[in-house]
């Protein structure tokens, strides 16, 4: 029997380029989405991510590259991939006229597929609001009717740039449940978001993206596990007081430290020796306290690590 060809993976990005007058937004970009898994982008404003999703999306023509998005390409099959892909903007524009109902309706209308229009809004916890107009809705409530508008379509691809900023927690955990619904059926979700539990949570794989290149790539786990680090300790000191990063970064157990704003962050093995050996160098500095916390390590830690910033740096 000839060999069984395996299906093309959901998403492929090659040597990605975009510029904006003298700006490169995407800088030789390369991404690879596996189907049936959850892949999110992470990065400051202005790291190339939005920019990376709308050609993805076919909404922005690239400078140089190759996008394949279901093994098809935009400039070939932009009919056939319009009828597979689901895509919710950062910000959607959307009547304030029409009702929910009608809202999903009228998107229903661009798919010769769709699924039913009470299906998706039992899916997106919306029943009681099905004849309330667009403008009669809170802030989670549009979000989920925007996520509902790129899902009655039936995507085998979902496209979700930032959906939960601005929301309050249980409207971002209830968007979760639907990433999560989405994704048990076996379907493909590519999310940008500055969230950091929202990426641990939902993304099985994660590409950092800085200055429109992916400067790390990997599981959650294995990002945070690169750093070699059991906890991070933050501190501020009184009186403006201050230490310099080499005499942190000599206390045994410091992998690193950095100083943002007056908080001095520092990773550590062996948090019952480092901590106890930090304080010490502090004390004999004749330095106090203001504040001291610890926290396990997060994606967060890690892109400063790699960048020497925060993720929602602007």
């Not at 990376?52 to 394949?68: H, K, M, Q, R």
């Not at 009608?102 to 004849?131: C, M, N």
């Not at 750093?227 to 690193?256: I, K, M, N, P, Q």
Request: hydrophobic share 40%.
């Amino acid at each position: 029997m000839p060999p069984v060809a395996s299906p093309p993976r959901a998403l492929e990005v090659r040597g990605l380029v975009k510029r904006y007058g003298d700006v490169t937004a995407v800088n030789g970009l390369d991404l690879a989405v596996e189907p049936g898994e959850c892949f999110g982008l992470l990065g400051p404003n202005g790291a190339g991510k939005t920019t990376t999703i709308e050609i993805c999306e076919g909404l922005t023509e690239p400078d140089a590259g190759e996008v394949f998005v279901l093994g098809r390409r935009w400039d070939r099959d932009e009919r056939a991939l319009r009828e597979r892909l689901g895509i919710a903007l950062q910000e959607t524009q959307l009547s304030d006229k029409l009702t929910v109902r009608e809202t999903l309706e009228l998107f229903r209308s661009f798919y010769a597929h769709p699924r039913t229009v009470d299906d998706v809004i039992a899916l997106v916890s919306l029943a009681e609001k099905q004849g309330a107009r667009i403008n009669e809705l809170s802030g989670g409530q549009k979000q989920r009717l925007d996520v509902a508008c790129a899902l009655v379509g039936d995507p085998e691809l979902l496209f979700l740039d930032e959906p939960t900023t601005g929301l309050d927690p249980q409207s971002r955990r209830q968007l979760w449940d639907l990433v999560e619904q989405f994704k048990a059926t076996g379907r493909t979700v590519l999310l940008t978001t500055h969230y950091m539990d929202e990426a641990e949570r939902l993304a099985d794989r994660v590409a950092i993206v800085d200055h429109g290149r992916v400067i790390a790539l990997g599981t959650p786990q294995e990002l945070i596990a690169s750093l070699g680090a059991e906890y991070v300790v933050a501190f501020s000191l009184a009186h403006e007081g201050t230490v310099s990063l080499e005499t942190l970064r000599a206390v045994d157990g410091v992998r690193a430290a950095r100083v943002d704003a007056g908080t001095y962050e520092v990773q550590v093995t062996a948090i019952h020796h480092a901590l106890p050996a930090l304080l010490g160098t502090l004390e004999r500095s004749g330095l106090a306290l203001s504040q001291l916390s610890t926290h396990s390590p997060t994606l967060e830690d890690v892109f400063v690590s790699l960048t020497g910033r925060a993720l929602r740096d602007g």
